[in-house]
Nanobody, 119 residues
Framework: QVQLVESGGGLVQTGGSLRLSCAASGTIFSINAMGWYRQAPGKQRELVAAITSGGSTNYADSVKGRFTISRDNAKNTVYLQMNSLKPEDTAVYYC?????????????WGQGTQVTVSS
């Protein structure tokens, strides 16, 4: 079992910055990758950024150059630094973790944190 708790969302003006945090607990030694997804009203949930256990990262084209995903293994926490925010970044942001159990894989999700960028 993996438990994920997000924090750091809020209201920010266009061009501002926010830093999201996701604290993981439980069976964290078997986590293969973690990532951030977002979902705006009326839209599908989309991958924003991901990071593997080896440190490899992947970003959506819409956030490249503006967002940075990172991990602090000592604190079992993944971060999403968001700079140059735009109104289209407004969404609920969810933390995700993938865990393997033998040949099986499981996905875990946090409760989500609201990010609102005013225009």
């Amino acid at each position: 079992q993996v438990q994920l708790v997000e924090s750091g969302g809020g209201l920010v003006q266009t061009g501002g910055s926010l830093r999201l945090s996701c604290a993981a607990s439980g069976t964290i030694f078997s986590i293969n990758a973690m990532g951030w997804y977002r979902q705006a009203p009326g839209k599908q949930r989309e991958l924003v950024a991901a990071i593997t256990s080896g440190g490899s990262t992947n970003y959506a084209d819409s956030v490249k150059g503006r967002f940075t995903i990172s991990r602090d293994n000592a604190k079992n926490t993944v971060y999403l630094q968001m700079n140059s925010l735009k109104p289209e970044d407004t969404a609920v942001y969810y933390c995700n973790a993938e865990r393997s159990e033998g040949p099986l894989g499981y996905d875990y999700w946090g409760q989500g944190t609201q990010v609102t960028v005013s225009s």
